[in-house]
């Protein structure tokens, strides 16, 4: 069973299209992560949120932490080829804990 | 600032042998994970060290073992290999207190 659900698992769309991935946990985490992920590449860093309801964003991409720290999205606005790759959220449960991953959205945008 | 380095970054081993990965981190920092990533698994976290100490370890067998040195350097060695071993392994370092990660490229090992 995994900690943390993503949610779809695989996103084909159109360029210029919307889409929102979603992050599930039952648990309460101290910090969530996402990452993206291209092939032959490490995970990049793209964002922490940290406080429950907060929101972030990073140009087209928008970020939100749960209001009880539980679950995140990550939405896209007017997706490009070049957001094409895998997305991954991480989260923390407790201080000195490990860094927990989701499986990941493998998400492809054609032009 | 320099990346996260791990080499080599391909590798071929056959079954029963030993493999030795390295990774050197960012600068400054003194955290180093490992982990696993294969298209059924996903990414599985390995272990991490801080300051030449195992601070955390996932669900992976005995023949997985890693160590990092004064300079923050980190390896990870498995033993006696296994077909499912082929894998993506992945290296990162990170400020401890903040847990995000830097990844390197990974090494791709293939065991046959």
């Known amino acids: 069973t995994q900690l943390l659900e993503q949610s779809p698992q695989f996103l084909s769309i159109q360029e210029g299209e919307n889409l929102t991935v979603y992050c599930n946990s039952s648990?309460?985490?101290?910090?969530l992560q996402w990452y993206r992920q291209e092939p032959g590449e490490g995970p990049v860093l793209l964002v922490t949120v940290v406080t429950g309801g907060e929101v972030k964003k990073l140009k087209r991409l928008t970020f939100q932490f749960g209001d009880a720290r539980k679950d995140s999205s990550l939405h896209i606005t007017a997706a490009q080829p070049g957001d094409t790759g895998l997305y991954l959220c991480a989260g923390v449960r407790d201080q000195g804990g490990k860094l927990i991953f989701g499986q990941g959205t493998e998400l492809s945008v054609k032009p | 600032k320099a990346g996260v380095t791990q080499t080599p970054r391909y590798l071929i081993k056959t079954r029963g042998q030993q493999v030795t990965l390295s990774c050197s981190p960012i600068?400054?920092?003194?955290?180093v994970s490992w982990y696993q990533q294969t298209p059924g698994q996903g990414l599985q976290f390995l272990f991490e060290?801080?300051?030449?100490?195992?601070?955390n370890k996932g669900n992976f067998p005995g023949r997985f073992s890693g160590r990092q040195f004064s300079n923050s350097r980190s390896e990870m060695n498995v033993s006696t290999l296994e077909l499912g071993d082929s894998a993506l392994y992945l290296c990162?370092?990170?400020?401890?207190?903040?847990?995000?990660?830097?990844f390197g490229p990974g090494t791709r090992l293939t065991v046959t």
């Open positions: 600068s400054g920092h003194r955290s």
């Open positions: 060290y801080f300051s030449e100490t195992q601070r």
């Open positions: 648990s309460v985490f101290s910090s």
């Open positions: 990162a370092s990170s400020l401890a207190v903040t847990y995000e990660q830097y």
